[in-house]
């Protein structure tokens, strides 16, 4: 079946490490996206990537970094110098310039720095 | 970006209809209405969306108004496994961006 997958599930790490995270998808979209999701808040957009080698700064992209060598994936790095990253990160795949492609969602990473 | 703005939360007995309200009063004229849901600890699901028309499928109806300042999402039988966060978003076709607000917590009980 076609999806997105995210690993791990959970992920804990010292404070001081970068961490990254893991998403692949097979359903052929072009675009990807990296939200961070914390506790009683909605999503917030961290990069995202319409096309390959190619990525766009979101609305708290500081502190992160990300890659997109393959249209199948686009990793999450959460560098020591983003300030709270104990959150939900959330990663999502779409059609570009498709009038009616809806996100489709990985089922999360949840991380934990202490 | 259009804002939107929606309560945080609501309640609706089951098999009644929930009929959640989203206002996006400064939309432009090319972002479509999505919503989408989010169960406890999981990613969040498509749902339905629209332009200008009323829309239908297996999940929901998306009421939107004339001047579509405004939209509602119609489940017409609310089940138990209807409790989730709900989201209202617009969506640019040519910017490739979605970003979600708060949402609705909507409860649904037996």
């Known amino acids: 079946d076609g999806g997105i997958t995210q690993s791990p599930k959970y992920l804990f790490r010292k404070e001081g490490q970068n961490v990254t995270l893991s998403c692949e998808q097979n359903?052929?979209?072009?675009?990807m996206y990296w939200y961070r999701q914390d506790p009683g808040q909605g999503l917030r957009l961290i990069y995202y990537?319409?096309?390959?080698?190619?990525?766009q700064k979101g609305d708290i992209a500081e502190g992160y970094s990300v890659s997109r060598e393959k249209k199948e994936s686009f990793p999450l790095t959460v560098t020591s110098a983003q300030k709270n990253p104990t959150a939900f990160y959330l990663c999502?795949?779409?059609?570009?310039?498709?009038?009616?492609?809806?996100?489709?969602f990985g089922n999360g990473t949840r991380l934990t720095v202490t | 970006d259009a804002k939107t703005t929606q309560p945080p939360s609501m309640d609706c007995a089951e098999g009644r209809a929930a009929n959640l309200p989203c206002n996006h009063s400064?939309?432009?004229?090319?972002?479509?209405v999505y919503w989408y849901r989010q169960i406890h600890s999981q990613g969040p699901q498509y749902i339905i969306h629209?332009?200008?028309n009323n829309e239908t499928n297996e999940m929901a109806s998306l009421i939107i108004t004339e001047d579509r300042k405004s939209s509602t999402l119609i489940l017409p039988h609310a089940t138990l496994r209807d409790t989730a966060v709900y989201y209202c978003?617009?969506?640019?076709?040519?910017?490739?961006?979605?970003?979600f607000g708060q949402g609705t917590i909507l409860t649904v009980h037996p």
């Open positions: 999502a795949s779409s059609l570009v310039n498709s009038l009616r492609s809806p996100l489709h």
């Open positions: 359903l052929n979209h072009d675009a």
């Open positions: 990537s319409q096309i390959v080698n190619d990525f």
């Open positions: 400064t939309i432009s004229g090319n972002e479509y």
């Open positions: 629209g332009l200008k």
């Open positions: 978003t617009p969506f640019r076709t040519s910017y490739g961006k979605l970003t």
